[in-house]
């Protein structure tokens, strides 16, 4: 099967992947349709942290010793190749949280308290429908704290954000928008230039939820012009075939600068007395305690790794196995897809609903031939209200995804409708 | 057809269970009841309303009827529906016992026999119970069963 766009070494990539392999029950092989859940590892991000753990393991920072040096030297090399992942325009821009939870929890709880930036009565917060939850329960509970209101944009019937009252929405008393780069259910990419510099407009700051765009995206900050820039921009380590318990908050040092500590502890000072502390700038202002050391050497060769395929050829197989599943799902009889039906506007999470059956039956009979995709709200219970849906079956894709896994699924999917005699 | 965890999905499928599943019996909201409760399993989002109606029997307080509305997957409402065949029109402490049954013959990993006598259609459930992830959904109408009848029973103390 040749497919324009899909990457021109992927026998080669497949083979990085040693989970691919495996055979499931039943010697059904593995097909992996769950990337946007969580991604599978490379080799290479496997035995960067076995070599670190059996060779230069130790605190960073802060011991006095050849492995101490060696650990931190590694932690902070990691901090480079995500700054250049991102394209951050400054290393020290690069915060090292456990997931992306955290780095939106971060600015959200950090915002409500005294400082430069914080929220306050009167205030307005903008999100949207399509959220994950991560990004709307966090701003929920800043609008708790502050008094301020929450506010969020619509969804058109297509998936897309009704922008037709942007202008009422973000307005003077708007202090945040929060919103997510690509949708996790509806796969939509949202325009992030133009909200930011809508926002930027009105003076508020723009928090910018990168979790599913980071995986598939070529992401440059420092091309972006500065009124499109957004100031913070978090996502997670385990989806971008990094390990888990690492995110990643980027955010403009301006910004930052302005936020004061989220957590109090070692590491994150400059001085401590009994009657105050003072704080050490950032990125270690935000890295209390001990980080998640291996985890940031992880996630530092797996950015790496996924920089040496290129982040620009990664987005184009996305595009081409995004096509040809949308493609594929059409045939089947009584299924519906949620989000929008152009692959080249749409990033490559495909949510959608097959008469007659639950999707937690969908997803059993799939899994009954080793097709693994997620079943549920998938974590966005508001954008599935939106489509009066209460759950949906999502198919997600990555660089190693083949056009024969998206064949199986079909296939496995009029099964499904045979086995739940729908014809 | 095996799975993941090696075993057969028509062991979980089995045509009891389907059946209920497209003809589900007793399904609705009725008007008489003592308590009503909503339960969600917050991992997938299925979803119960349920009420429950007891009535003073010569040997005690009946189910008298169990209503509902449910949103979930085939396994959750085909439960639903085989919990109202067997409890409806037994005694509160009989329908207790057959919860009982139910709740262990569930989380026995499958290595419980059910009993038919007890269980009827219920024992189609059986091959569930093999499926750890698809257990809270056998369960989710029985534990919202219970609840409603505690707080039915608690709610009306004085007559028990």
């Given at each position: 099967m040749t497919l324009e766009g899909l990457l021109p070494e992927?026998?080669?990539?497949?083979?990085?992947?040693?989970?691919?392999?495996?055979?499931?029950?039943?010697?059904?092989?593995?097909v992996y349709l769950d990337s946007a859940n969580t991604s599978q590892k490379p080799q290479v991000v496997i035995d960067t942290m076995v070599d670190h753990l059996e060779r230069h393991n130790a605190n960073i920072a802060r011991a006095m010793h050849q492995l101490g040096a060696e650990s931190t030297e590694a932690f902070e090399a990691a901090r480079d190749k995500v700054a250049a992942f991102i394209g951050a325009p400054e290393r020290d821009e690069v915060i090292f949280t456990?997931?992306?939870?955290?780095?939106?929890n971060l600015v959200a709880n950090t915002l409500a308290w005294r400082g430069e930036h914080q929220v306050g009565e009167g205030d307005e917060i903008v999100i949207t429908e399509m959220e994950h939850h991560s990004n709307i329960v966090p701003w929920q509970l800043l609008a708790e704290r502050t008094g301020a209101t929450l506010r969020w944009f619509g969804l058109t019937d297509d998936g897309q954000l009704d922008l037709s009252n942007a202008h009422e929405l973000i307005n003077e008393r708007t202090a945040v928008v929060a919103f997510t780069w690509v949708s996790n259910m509806l796969g939509t990419i949202n325009p992030v230039a133009e909200l930011t510099r809508r926002a930027h407009a009105v003076g508020a700051r723009v928090v910018v939820d990168a979790s599913q765009a980071a995986p598939q995206l070529p992401i440059d900050l420092a091309a972006m012009p500065e009124t499109d820039r957004p100031d913070a921009v978090a996502f997670t380590g385990h989806k971008v075939v990094g390990p888990t318990g690492i995110g990643v908050l980027w955010g403009r040092r301006a910004f930052l600068d302005g936020l004061p500590p989220f957590l109090g502890g070692g590491e994150m000072i400059e001085t401590v007395r009994m009657e105050g502390s003072t704080y050490a700038g950032i990125p270690h202002k935000f890295e209390a305690g001990t980080p998640p050391i291996v985890e940031a050497i992880g996630l530092g060769a797996a950015v790496e790794y996924l920089s040496h395929v290129g982040m620009d050829a990664i987005h184009a197989h996305e595009q081409a196995i995004t096509g040809y599943a949308l493609e594929g799902l059409r045939t089947v009889t009584g299924l519906t897809v949620l989000g929008p039906l152009d692959a080249a506007s749409r990033g490559g999470a495909i949510s959608f609903e097959l008469d007659g059956v639950h999707p937690h039956d969908i997803a059993q009979v799939l899994d009954s031939r080793g097709i693994a995709v997620r079943a549920g709200h998938h974590c966005a219970k508001p954008a599935h209200a939106r489509f009066g849906v209460q759950s949906s079956t999502r198919m997600s894709s990555y660089l190693y995804t083949e056009p024969r896994e998206i064949d199986a699924l079909v296939e496995a999917l009029e099964y499904t409708r045979s086995y739940f005699k729908l014809d | 057809m095996t799975t993941a965890n090696g075993q057969d999905l028509d062991a979980l499928y089995q045509d009891i269970i389907l059946d209920h599943y497209k003809?589900?019996?007793?399904?609705g909201l009725r008007d008489a009841h003592e308590a009503e409760v909503h339960h969600v399993n917050p991992t997938c989002g299925d979803e119960v309303t349920l009420r429950v109606h007891l009535e003073d029997?010569?040997?005690?307080?009946?189910?008298?009827?169990?209503?509902?509305d449910a949103l979930g997957c085939s396994i959750s409402q085909a439960s639903a529906s085989v919990l109202y065949d067997l409890?409806?029109?037994?005694?509160?402490?009989?329908?207790?016992?057959?919860?009982?049954?139910?709740?262990?013959?569930?989380?026995?990993k499958g290595t419980v026999e059910p009993d038919e006598d007890v269980l009827e259609d219920g024992i189609a459930f059986a091959g569930v119970a093999k499926f750890p992830a698809r257990v809270k959904c056998a369960l989710l109408s029985w534990m919202a069963w219970k609840d409603a009848t505690a707080q039915a029973i608690a709610g009306d103390g004085d007559k028990s």
């Amino acid at each position: 099967m040749t497919l324009e766009g899909l990457l021109p070494e992927l026998t080669v990539i497949r083979k990085d992947f040693p989970i691919l392999e495996r055979a499931l029950a039943g010697g059904m092989p593995l097909v992996y349709l769950d990337s946007a859940n969580t991604s599978q590892k490379p080799q290479v991000v496997i035995d960067t942290m076995v070599d670190h753990l059996e060779r230069h393991n130790a605190n960073i920072a802060r011991a006095m010793h050849q492995l101490g040096a060696e650990s931190t030297e590694a932690f902070e090399a990691a901090r480079d190749k995500v700054a250049a992942f991102i394209g951050a325009p400054e290393r020290d821009e690069v915060i090292f949280t456990k997931n992306a939870s955290e780095a939106l929890n971060l600015v959200a709880n950090t915002l409500a308290w005294r400082g430069e930036h914080q929220v306050g009565e009167g205030d307005e917060i903008v999100i949207t429908e399509m959220e994950h939850h991560s990004n709307i329960v966090p701003w929920q509970l800043l609008a708790e704290r502050t008094g301020a209101t929450l506010r969020w944009f619509g969804l058109t019937d297509d998936g897309q954000l009704d922008l037709s009252n942007a202008h009422e929405l973000i307005n003077e008393r708007t202090a945040v928008v929060a919103f997510t780069w690509v949708s996790n259910m509806l796969g939509t990419i949202n325009p992030v230039a133009e909200l930011t510099r809508r926002a930027h407009a009105v003076g508020a700051r723009v928090v910018v939820d990168a979790s599913q765009a980071a995986p598939q995206l070529p992401i440059d900050l420092a091309a972006m012009p500065e009124t499109d820039r957004p100031d913070a921009v978090a996502f997670t380590g385990h989806k971008v075939v990094g390990p888990t318990g690492i995110g990643v908050l980027w955010g403009r040092r301006a910004f930052l600068d302005g936020l004061p500590p989220f957590l109090g502890g070692g590491e994150m000072i400059e001085t401590v007395r009994m009657e105050g502390s003072t704080y050490a700038g950032i990125p270690h202002k935000f890295e209390a305690g001990t980080p998640p050391i291996v985890e940031a050497i992880g996630l530092g060769a797996a950015v790496e790794y996924l920089s040496h395929v290129g982040m620009d050829a990664i987005h184009a197989h996305e595009q081409a196995i995004t096509g040809y599943a949308l493609e594929g799902l059409r045939t089947v009889t009584g299924l519906t897809v949620l989000g929008p039906l152009d692959a080249a506007s749409r990033g490559g999470a495909i949510s959608f609903e097959l008469d007659g059956v639950h999707p937690h039956d969908i997803a059993q009979v799939l899994d009954s031939r080793g097709i693994a995709v997620r079943a549920g709200h998938h974590c966005a219970k508001p954008a599935h209200a939106r489509f009066g849906v209460q759950s949906s079956t999502r198919m997600s894709s990555y660089l190693y995804t083949e056009p024969r896994e998206i064949d199986a699924l079909v296939e496995a999917l009029e099964y499904t409708r045979s086995y739940f005699k729908l014809d | 057809m095996t799975t993941a965890n090696g075993q057969d999905l028509d062991a979980l499928y089995q045509d009891i269970i389907l059946d209920h599943y497209k003809n589900p019996h007793g399904k609705g909201l009725r008007d008489a009841h003592e308590a009503e409760v909503h339960h969600v399993n917050p991992t997938c989002g299925d979803e119960v309303t349920l009420r429950v109606h007891l009535e003073d029997g010569a040997a005690g307080r009946v189910v008298a009827d169990v209503s509902y509305d449910a949103l979930g997957c085939s396994i959750s409402q085909a439960s639903a529906s085989v919990l109202y065949d067997l409890l409806v029109g037994k005694g509160v402490d009989e329908a207790m016992e057959i919860h009982q049954e139910f709740l262990t013959l569930m989380q026995g990993k499958g290595t419980v026999e059910p009993d038919e006598d007890v269980l009827e259609d219920g024992i189609a459930f059986a091959g569930v119970a093999k499926f750890p992830a698809r257990v809270k959904c056998a369960l989710l109408s029985w534990m919202a069963w219970k609840d409603a009848t505690a707080q039915a029973i608690a709610g009306d103390g004085d007559k028990s």
